[in-house]
């Protein structure tokens, strides 16, 4: 069947760099896409969100971009801080079901 | 709290006995989804409840699993027969509506081992 993916399964940044996760999913026909934080012993958080008539959206210190054409969804962590090592999930959502990657795992390093 | 709530958090239990989880979602939310995580792994979808509608299942894996939800609140998982690959996270979210563009938000699990 159809699934999201992620690129890398860990990414190692440096306190204070920015970071990219990367996530490239195989069905077309989604139109709504996020991302998730979960850190150990946690629930997945909701981080945020785009819909599949826009490119970019940017919140606090994360912005997400989306590229239909390749189907190629990317979360962007600017000035990144030791609070934000944890691993991080694209879902895509086809009406209300969402499937999920395995997941990176951003650690940062002091 | 105003997130969404389960219990146990942590449930060891002997192979073959059943086991019922909780979920109670976000007060107002009408949608609830129940997920599983196996270890580091993404999540799977199991069941979705929206209002009075008949819920979708398609995701349970077997027919020792099944769930309700009473008075389009509180939803309870049950696993009878427990077997050890049923060792997994059992996570629960809700969202405000069912429809497409609501993000879901979720419970931190409950942890289930089957010894």
């Known amino acids: 069947g159809e699934s999201v993916g992620l690129h890398l399964p860990t990414l190692s940044v440096q306190e204070g760099d920015n970071s990219i996760i990367n996530c490239a999913y195989s069905?077309?026909?989604?139109?709504?896409f996020i991302w998730y934080k979960q850190e150990s012993g946690k629930g997945p958080q909701f981080i945020i969100d785009i819909r599949s008539n826009m490119d970019k959206r940017q919140g606090q210190r994360v912005t997400v971009l989306l590229n239909k054409t390749v189907k190629h969804l990317s979360l962007q962590i600017a000035a990144t801080q030791p609070g934000d090592s944890a691993v991080y999930f694209c879902a895509e959502a086809n009406d209300y079901k969402l499937s999920f990657g395995a997941g990176t795992t951003v650690t940062v390093r002091a | 709290g105003a997130g969404v709530s389960q219990s146990p958090s942590n449930k060891v239990t002997e192979k073959g006995k059943d086991v019922e989880l909780r979920c109670d979602p976000i007060s107002g939310h009408t949608a609830l989804y129940w997920y599983r995580q196996s270890l580091g792994q993404g999540l799977e979808f199991l069941i979705y409840?929206?209002?009075?509608?008949?819920?979708?299942k398609s995701g349970l894996p077997s027919d020792r699993f099944s769930a309700e939800r009473t008075g389009g609140s509180v939803s309870t998982l049950t696993i009878q027969r427990t077997q050890q690959e049923d060792s997994a996270v059992y996570l629960c979210a809700s969202s405000r509506t069912g429809w497409t563009n609501q993000p879901q938000h979720f419970g931190d699990g409950t942890r289930l081992s089957i010894l």
């Open positions: 409840f929206q209002g009075n509608s008949a819920p979708d």
């Open positions: 069905n077309s026909a989604s139109d709504y």
